[in-house]
């Protein structure tokens, strides 16, 4: 990929002097909302806390909606917000971009959410933060580069074909197997697969066949 | 060297929250030896945090953002949570990782180790283990059968497994793993629905089962 060797950021570790600044390495001017966490992180911020309520919130709330959570909806606004403000420290620039994580805390909570609610069936009894985490310890991206992944994503999100980007939000956002989407919008199982895979090749989340 | 992984679907489905979670428990063992899957989940889950910042808000209630603050506020005065790091996911069934493990055998050269199972219902989750050279017996499959290997490694008709592989059998498929000859196999396995024996004496025994009603029992620990 064309990306130039950026020095990596070094991720903040928990407990430490948090004073210094993250070094800027442009990927704020991408992401907009990494520094806002980094903020509530370092300095307990709470203003920068309220832009990312502003921001997020009433989006957290319509993708509650979306999953027909209705009448729990702002508690699940609730608990990500406090999950944002509790978890900033574990935050990493190089990791994930700000709406990425945001994204993986509202899922999670969603799930606790479903959980305490006694919405799921055959539930295992681990955990969900380690259930739905990225484990390991991989090389460290640069932040610069995760933003700009991001930024590629959604400017390409722009040009993908109606159907496609309708069963991708599908099953993202509104909890949806393949198999649910498929009967919903009336589709064979394998069209929607394909649907989801042609989005997935465009947005340059998967590449073509991988060695089975 | 990992050759089998999960499809693109169920990374999606991972990604996007919504596989059930012992699907998503095997998905996370898979990820914890597998680097390219979670390179992939990685973008996937970039993809999640652009739809989400794409979606169109829905007002929020006055006062929301304050009782928010109240509720950190309280918990900042409490303490820190700690930071959890997902460091072996199995450790809540296998403290001592796979040593000193109480198998129950199953077939001549095949034993379980259950980790868990309903109330109700006939799913299974559990460890299985092939000695070294062994053979399972042949079987067919009610419902999906996923399987990551945990330990050395395990062939059958479609191929050969390493650690870290990740393999779906479909209901109706049908094989007979065989461990590698230098060390015990040891897998861990979701069963939506029970096996069913195949070949000519397994056709018999479940003829047996079916005549009397038997169902697995299952150990308590």
């Given at each position: ?212 | ?203 018999w025994i479940e003829k047996f089962k079916a005549l009397f009603g038997s169902q697995d029992a299952v150990p308590s620990h």
């Amino acid at each position: 990929m064309a990306f130039s060797k950026q020095s990596v950021v070094i991720p903040l570790k928990p407990n430490m002097d948090l004073s210094p600044s993250v070094q800027d390495d442009g990927s704020g001017k991408v992401d907009e909302v990494a520094p806002l966490i980094e903020a509530v992180s370092e300095r307990r911020d709470r203003s920068a806390f309220r832009k990312i309520f502003d921001d997020f919130g009433p989006k957290i709330k319509a993708f509650a909606i979306k999953q027909g959570m209705l009448e729990h909806s702002e508690e699940l606004v609730q608990e990500v917000m406090v999950n944002i403000w509790r978890r900033a420290q574990q935050f990493d620039r190089a990791k994930a971009s700000g709406s990425t994580w945001i994204f993986a805390i509202t899922r999670n909570a969603r799930i606790d959410l479903l959980r305490k609610l006694n919405r799921i069936n055959n539930e295992t009894q681990v955990e969900t933060d380690y259930l739905w985490s990225l484990p390991g310890n991989d090389d460290p991206t640069s932040s610069f580069q995760q933003a700009l992944v991001a930024k590629q994503i959604r400017e390409s999100l722009n040009g993908l074909p109606i159907e496609q980007r309708d069963v991708i939000a599908k099953v993202y956002l509104e909890d949806k197997s393949h198999q649910r989407v498929a009967d919903e919008l009336n589709l064979p199982l394998g069209t929607v697969k394909s649907r989801v895979r042609l989005a997935l090749q465009k947005l340059k989340v998967v590449f073509q066949e991988e060695l089975a | 060297m990992i050759k089998h992984h999960p499809s693109d679907d169920i990374l999606v489905e991972f990604s996007a929250g919504s596989l059930p979670s012992h699907l998503a428990l095997c998905v996370s063992v898979h990820l914890q030896y597998c680097s390219t899957c979670r390179a992939t989940v990685s973008r996937m889950q970039t993809l999640g945090g652009e739809l989400l910042r794409g979606m169109d808000g829905v007002e929020l209630s006055d006062g929301l953002f304050d009782a928010i603050l109240d509720r950190v506020e309280l918990s900042e005065s409490v303490q820190r949570t700690q930071v959890v790091k997902p460091i072996d996911l199995l450790r809540k069934w296998l403290p001592d990782g796979l040593q000193g493990l109480n198998w129950r055998k199953q077939w001549f050269k095949l034993s379980e180790y259950v980790l868990e199972v309903p109330d109700k219902g006939n799913w299974r989750f559990s460890l299985q283990r092939i000695s070294a050279g062994g053979i399972a017996p042949f079987h067919g499959h009610r419902g999906n059968e996923v399987t990551v290997v945990l330990k050395g490694g395990f062939s059958d008709e479609s191929g050969a497994y390493d650690e870290g592989d990740f393999i779906i059998k479909a209901p109706g498929d049908r094989h007979k793993p065989q461990a590698f000859q230098n060390e015990d196999c040891i897998c861990l396995t979701y069963l939506e629905a029970p096996v069913s024996l195949a070949g000519p004496l397994g056709k018999w025994i479940e003829k047996f089962k079916a005549l009397f009603g038997s169902q697995d029992a299952v150990p308590s620990h």
